[in-house]
């Protein structure tokens, strides 16, 4: 693999430096498209949303009882929680 010039070593650190906030604002889309989902979309996105908590650090048991729920409020009242923490 060959190295990576400064600027594109810059690149990827402000890439792992804002992953935090891009995956937070992806999660808010999904939860939009999760109250407006249906049948197999909606599996899909439950997974997807999985996937990005899983990466934000929420514990494993609590990703559980809110994907069991099938309740986009409660995912959206996590990620009020979130942001919180974030912008804090």
């Known amino acids: 693999m060959a ?3 400064k600027y594109q070593q810059k690149i ?3 890439y792992y430096a804002n992953l935090d ?3 937070l604002q992806r999660l808010g889309e999904q939860v939009t498209d999760l109250y ?6 909606r599996e899909k996105l439950w997974t ?3 996937g990005s908590l899983a990466k ?3 514990p494993a048991s609590r990703i ?3 994907r069991k729920s099938d309740d986009a409020r409660q ?5 009020q929680e979130l942001l919180a923490k974030d912008s804090a």
């Open 3 to 5: 190295e990576l010039s």
């Open 12 to 14: 990827v650190q402000n």
């Open 21 to 23: 906030t891009a995956l």
């Open 36 to 41: 407006l989902a249906e049948g197999k979309k």
């Open 48 to 50: 997807s949303v999985t």
């Open 56 to 58: 934000l650090g929420v």
């Open 64 to 66: 559980d009882r809110i």
């Open 75 to 79: 995912l959206a009242n996590l990620l």
